[in-house]
């Protein structure tokens, strides 16, 4: 598998002041220096199903920038009926820690650093010239030809080719296209936030649920952890929605967001022997960790949504290997209930 060529970058969170939740009802629970810091909501409280302290929800988890505005709580429902009270923030839509891209190959002679990667449910490839000039081959289909005479590869380089090509029904005229896409594409140019609940006391649910839609999660230099990637639509229009080295790509509706875990960003790292980083929280509350490696998975005893619970960390998830194409399979606990079917799967 290949390894991200972005290094983690070690970022120092600022202080911020810590308020016990006590009240049910809404309440701010801190404010950001200039709208851009990070706010803090201090839980520490054992889960709901006796298994132990977990690392809860906190603000100062997450590194500087992450976090847009202030973060409140609220009571909320979940989707099997607890009553609980969970913290509502905006995360920024961009990773406060690392450089987004590069995604596609100019040419089909673009070295691997030069380009991102791809993954499509069996395995990460470096997404070079070569690659690409071999796609009729890779996936037995001589319908693939991405490139021109020149070895020149056809990648949407104009807002209207990549809102064309970035789509579910994508535009026919941007078919055999590497799909990548830029911030000032976006509405205004600038990240596209997302507003969270996510509980403070995370409740096991009555059954796994592989049934969630929509965002899996978020990470704590504040990208949307998403479900997986459509990639039997992507394949079938011979597109390519490139991913850079940290596992993301942006949508036009959507942003950037991620659909595999590459190990860049803010880690959560307290030295614990035999575990990962935590670089991210689960929309069911549970602290995510990056994936074991395959000693250690053999051990772990993870059950069916990739959680187990340990005497120090207590219930957290592990996110598979990017070759999956499926950060999380499911998610154990329960999280906020909306009350309308999920988004379409982010592209």
Known sequence: MRVGRFSVVAVVVEAALAAACTDPSSSTTGSTDGGLGTSSTSVESPTTDGSGAQHAFEAEHFAAGAIVGEVTTETCTLNGGTKTTCARFTIAGYPST????????????????????????????????????????????????????????????????????????????????????????????????????????????????????????????????AES?????????????????????????????LH?????????????PGETAMFGFAMDGYPIHLPLDTTALATAGLDACNGHSTPT???????????????????????????????????
């Open 98 to 225: 690392y450089a987004v891209g590069p995604f596609c190959p100019d040419t089909i002679a673009t070295p691997a650093e030069d380009a991102g990667i791809w993954f499509d449910g069996d395995g990460v490839y470096d997404l070079d010239g070569k690659f690409i000039a071999n796609l009729a081959d890779f996936y037995d289909d001589d319908q693939w030809r991405m490139f021109d005479s020149d070895g020149n590869v056809n990648v949407t380089d104009t807002p209207e080719a990549f809102d064309g090509a970035a789509r579910p029904d994508v535009d026919p005229a941007y078919q055999d296209h590497c799909v990548e896409g830029r911030l000032e594409w976006l509405s205004g140019g600038v990240p596209v936030q997302t507003t969270v609940l996510i509980p403070l006391e995370s409740a096991k649910a009555a059954s796994a649920s592989s049934a969630h839609r929509g965002d899996l999660g978020v990470t704590l230099d504040g990208v949307v952890i």
């Open 260 to 272: 595999g875990v590459m190990g860049c960003g803010h880690l959560e790292d307290e030295q614990v």
């Open 229 to 257: 990637a459509p990639v039997a639509a992507i394949l079938g229009a011979h597109t390519i929605a490139a991913f850079d080295d940290c596992g993301g790509h942006y949508n036009p509706i959507a942003g950037y967001h």
């Open 313 to 347: 960390v207590g219930y957290h998830y592990h996110a598979n290997s990017a070759a999956k194409n499926a950060v999380l399979p499911c998610l154990t606990g329960e999280y906020v209930a909306t009350g309308r079917p999920g988004p379409p799967p982010r592209r």
